[in-house]
């Protein structure tokens, strides 16, 4: 937890908390134990029927372990350069983070995901990152201005939140799936589509608070096995819906687009 040092507010009061005392604990007294796996839970309720199940985070894994997102993190790791302090919200199993970190030995980050299989391996992941369980809908247990970016793949967007955790000029990258990302994958399996309207939602969302600075788009082949194809139905959205009992090798594609804005103000 030692890379989450002055960044914590506790969940009931907003106070600061204490990462170095076991338990966790605010000026008030709230405390929060931190799990032998290394996490500790800010979420203050179970979690949510959405939240990724054991299953899903370990089908994640084996992809992100493929290389299949590599040229994502690439990418990530290029619009981060410089950022110290980093926050992946909704981050998962934390591999994007502790890519990112190793390619900065001087930064540090907080892992948030409000699924706890998720968060037992982000514990795991990187030595300079802390795993919090946290709905990020709500109220981040995260300190007003204290990160200089914030990431987040996939995953929920919370635009006031990120706004509020961000220090003055601080960075906002979104990873967002495009009409190719797994076509032949959705296409072959009848998986939930992508809405034709996401990216403009996305730059409504951003505009209150955030100025668009970069887009840029990333695309790599996939020859996918038989059990990478099951992996990436079974990570996502679709394992809620009961995944495909027989599933065959397909040439697919990553296709994601990687935008980049500044915190406004």
Not at 96 to 122: K, Q, T, Y
Request: hydrophobic share 50%; proline share 7%.
């Amino acid at each position: 937890m030692d890379a989450a040092r002055g960044l914590l507010a506790c969940p009931v009061c907003a106070a600061p908390l204490d990462v170095a005392a076991r338990p966790v604990r605010c000026p008030a007294g709230h405390s929060f134990d931190v799990a032998r796996q290394g996490y500790v839970n800010l979420a203050g309720a179970a979690p949510p029927a959405n939240a990724d199940t054991a299953p899903m985070v370990d089908a994640r894994a084996r992809v992100l372990a493929s290389g299949a997102f590599d040229a994502v993190d690439a990418a990530l790791a290029r619009r981060l350069r410089g950022s110290r302090v980093v926050l992946d919200a909704g981050g998962g199993t934390g591999h994007h983070l502790a890519r990112l970190l190793d390619a900065a030995p001087d930064a540090r980050g907080v892992n948030l995901d409000v699924s706890v299989p998720a968060a037992r391996r982000a514990a795991r992941a990187h030595a300079r990152l802390a795993s919090v369980v946290a709905d990020t809908w709500g109220t981040l247990p995260l300190l007003s201005r204290r990160f200089d970016a914030v990431l987040c793949v996939f995953a929920p967007r919370n635009m006031a939140e990120f706004a509020r955790v961000l220090g003055d000029g601080g960075l906002l990258v979104v990873v967002t799936p495009d009409p190719e990302h797994l076509a032949s994958v959705r296409e072959r399996h009848g998986l939930l589509g992508i809405e034709p309207d996401k990216d403009d939602r996305l730059l409504r969302a951003a505009s209150a608070r955030f100025t668009p600075v970069a887009r840029e788009r990333v695309r790599v082949p996939l020859a996918a096995s038989p059990a990478l194809v099951a992996d990436l139905i079974g990570m996502g959205p679709n394992a809620f819906h009961g995944a495909p009992t027989a599933v065959d090798a397909l040439d697919t594609e990553v296709a994601v687009s990687v935008w980049l804005f500044r915190r406004a103000g």
